[in-house]
């Protein structure tokens, strides 16, 4: 089993580009998460899907959309990256208030 | 608010040298306090999950305890395998997962 799939695992953007991070999980699990992690400040929520057809915002959403587009999947968008958005990202799941599965992460630098 | 504090932020032990990792939270109904390890380029992998103070979990050379206002990573005769860093999560509402800054723990031979 796979588990969490992220994608890409790098990418660079330029100050206001666009840009979406895949994720998907085979897991049948119902919530799915969007953490970022940066040196010094911990993983950080920055949207979450508590089931197909919800979101919610989390700790840090500005400058971020997501959307659950199933059960499977949860996009996350930056409509004009900025530099302070390079960061790791981490995309996750559980099955309620269960434990998360992360994927590997997508590492983004915006110059 | 929610807040959770690790310590120490890094630890450097010999391989066999035994020692404990500290998880101290602030929380409103705690429904779970979770423990990951993560390693470089990795994301967070789960090891356990406790309920109530009193609990105790154990995995190898890891074991995980919880009391009303701490949680304890105790790694027993550790093996340079086992560094990595350690991260702990108390869960409160729903969609609402606090983590700590991490321990970063390094075994040497």
């Known amino acids: 089993n796979a588990g969490v799939t992220q994608t890409p695992k790098f990418q660079v953007l330029k100050t206001g580009q666009s840009m979406t991070l895949q994720c998907a999980q085979d897991?049948?699990?119902?919530?799915m998460y969007w953490y970022r992690q940066d040196p010094g400040m911990g993983l950080r929520l920055i949207y979450y899907?508590?089931?197909?057809?919800?979101?919610d915002k989390g700790e840090v959403p500005n400058g971020y959309n997501v959307s659950r587009l199933n059960k499977r999947e949860f996009s996350l968008r930056l409509e004009s990256a900025a530099p302070s958005q390079t960061s790791v990202y981490f995309c996750?799941?559980?099955?309620?208030?269960?434990?998360?599965?992360f994927g590997n992460g997508t590492r983004l630098t915006v110059t | 608010e929610d807040q959770v504090t690790q310590s120490p932020e890094a630890l450097r032990l010999q391989e066999g040298e035994s020692s404990s990792l500290n998880c101290s939270y602030t929380?409103?109904?705690?429904?779970?306090l979770f423990w990951y390890r993560q390693d470089p380029g990795k994301g967070p992998e789960f090891l356990f999950t406790?309920?109530?103070a009193g609990e105790e979990k154990e995995k190898e050379r890891l074991k995980a305890t919880l009391t009303k206002k701490e949680s304890f990573l105790h790694i027993t005769a550790p093996k340079p395998e086992d560094s990595a860093t350690y991260l702990c999560s108390p869960g409160t509402s729903y969609g609402k997962l606090t983590f700590g800054q991490g321990t970063i723990l390094t075994v040497h031979p």
């Open positions: 406790l309920y109530s």
């Open positions: 897991m049948n699990h119902n919530s």
């Open positions: 929380v409103s109904g705690l429904r779970g």
């Open positions: 899907s508590a089931s197909e057809g919800t979101t």
């Open positions: 996750a799941s559980s099955e309620g208030a269960m434990a998360l599965h």
